[in-house]
């Protein structure tokens, strides 16, 4: 099936810095969504991307969806101890396996 | 919003016994469920896709015989746990998709997870 790889495995920060992680396919994705894992948490959905070219917003966070759909990044902007935690995307066309996600390290 | 339910957060059992573990949709109709295992820092790794009123579906690697999936209504899939051992010890998740109608695909919802201890 579709492999979702993500980019970096782990990124460390200073707080008030800001963070990108990256999502690429080798095929067209249908949708990409990301979830947020805090440590010792469960998966919590964040967003959904369906269009080309599409970029929402939430707070600080900006997501973006590629012209040819095969990439997605997750950009938050001056980073917070609370942004801890894994950061995951998915294709929903079908629940594989999920990307190794990256991990955020937050310090103050 | 739609919520999915899973219970026990936490359980310790013995060595030899078996463990239930249930994933409830709260507030949907799930026909299709998912069950993942997590270790330690690692990524989730998708052990079975569970069906409604079918068989589940198991990834190449996972034990059937060991991990039990019933998914016997619209709301309620169940994971058994059989001979459990140490090694089973993990955090398992669960997860149902929301159907929506149209472009977009379907929202995946997670359980709160289950840690299980086998000492």
């Known amino acids: 099936g579709q492999q979702v790889m993500q980019i970096p495995q782990y990124q460390h920060v200073q707080e008030g810095e800001d963070f990108t992680t990256y999502c690429n396919s080798s095929?067209?994705?249908?949708?990409i969504q990301w979830y947020k894992q805090r440590p010792g948490g469960h998966p919590v959905f964040l967003i959904q991307?369906?269009?080309?070219?599409e970029v929402k917003k939430q707070k600080r966070l900006t997501f973006q969806f590629g012209e040819a759909k095969k990439n997605s990044s997750l950009h938050i902007t001056a980073t917070q101890t609370t942004d801890v935690g894994t950061y995951f995307c998915?294709?929903?066309?079908?629940?594989?396996?999920f990307g190794k996600g990256t991990s955020l390290l937050v310090t103050p | 919003g739609a919520v999915v339910s899973q219970h026990p957060s936490r359980v310790i059992c013995k060595s030899g016994t078996s463990v239930k573990i249930e994933c409830r949709s709260l507030?949907?109709?799930?026909?299709?469920m998912f069950w993942y295992r997590q270790f330690p820092k690692k990524s989730l790794m998708l052990m079975a896709t569970?069906?409604?009123?079918?068989?589940?579906?198991?990834e190449q690697g996972v034990e059937k015989d060991k991990f039990l999936i019933n998914h016997a209504s619209l709301t309620l899939s169940t994971l058994t746990v059989t001979s459990a051992h140490p090694e089973d010890s993990s955090f398992y998740i669960c997860?149902?998709?929301?159907?929506?109608?149209?472009?977009?695909?379907?929202?995946?919802?997670f359980g709160e997870g289950s840690w299980l201890t086998v000492v």
């Open positions: 997860s149902a998709r929301v159907p929506r109608r149209g472009v977009g695909g379907n929202t995946i919802y």
């Open positions: 095929t067209t994705l249908s949708n």
């Open positions: 991307l369906v269009k080309s070219g």
């Open positions: 998915m294709n929903s066309g079908y629940a594989l396996n």
């Open positions: 507030d949907f109709q799930a026909t299709t």
């Open positions: 569970s069906n409604e009123g079918s068989k589940a579906t198991y």
